[in-house]
């Protein structure tokens, strides 16, 4: 079974820090993805990775960027965090496009409640 | 400009009867839909799909309907459980790369 995790559930920062969250997946997955989940707003996608040291924006990338420098670990940082960062994160993981048409989805790990204060 | 609408925010439903969660979509480019399940503290979970070249795809008590000329899925449930209750996101991809989401209904079935 896939299994997605992100280093914390909740995490308290303090504006203006600089903010990593943490993401590993088990099952050699090459894309990996971040997420936002805000009331109203769904899930919008932050960055995305298709490969060891690849990176494309999303949706939203704006105050944020991403690491990937191992292929099972897919890192979101805040550069410098404000009080509109302040949400649900969540990371997800699949194989390679041509692969999807198969009905593998997106595996979501179970987020990291962020406060920025 | 949002491409995939969800314009039910909350659903309630009756134990044992079907709930019906519906998805608009704007962009005609989207050939792959999918269906996620949301409980409090977890993660998405992915519930069911369907390809642009079906209009339908059933799985247990779980059916996912597509009309491509009115852009729109809807996600049936029959018979609601209590246990189904969660927000569910309605997702829609480009060639299966990466997923634009819908904001999400909150679904509840009463017992």
């Known amino acids: 079974d896939v299994k997605v995790t992100q280093s914390s559930r909740y995490l308290v920062k303090r504006t203006g820090e600089k903010v990593f969250l943490e993401c590993v997946q088990d099952?050699?997955?090459?894309?990996m993805f971040w997420y936002r989940q805000d009331p109203g707003l769904g899930l919008r996608l932050i960055y995305f990775s298709y490969d060891v040291k690849m990176k494309e924006k999303g949706d939203i990338p704006e105050g944020y960027s991403v690491s990937r420098e191992k292929k099972e670990r897919f890192s979101l940082i805040l550069e410098s965090a404000s009080t509109n960062q302040t949400s649900m994160y969540l990371c997800?993981?699949?194989?390679?496009?041509?692969?999807?048409?198969?009905?593998?989805?997106?595996?979501f790990g179970d987020g990291t409640r962020l406060s920025i204060l | 400009d949002q491409q995939v609408k969800q314009n039910s925010p909350s659903l309630s439903v009756q134990e044992g009867r079907i709930s019906i969660l519906n998805c608009d979509y704007t962009n005609s480019m989207f050939d792959y839909f999918l269906w996620y399940k949301k409980y409090p503290a977890e993660g998405p979970t992915f519930l069911i799909s369907i390809s642009s070249i079906k209009d339908k795809n059933e799985d247990g008590r779980f059916t996912v309907f597509l009309n491509k000329s009115a852009k729109h899925l809807s996600l049936h449930i029959v018979p609601s459980q209590p246990g189904d209750s969660a927000v569910y996101f309605c997702a829609a991809s480009v060639t299966a790369r990466q997923l634009t989401f819908g904001s999400g209904t909150q679904l509840t079935v009463l017992p």
């Open positions: 099952m050699d997955h090459e894309n």
């Open positions: 997800a993981s699949t194989t390679k496009w041509e692969r999807l048409r198969s009905n593998q989805p997106q595996h």
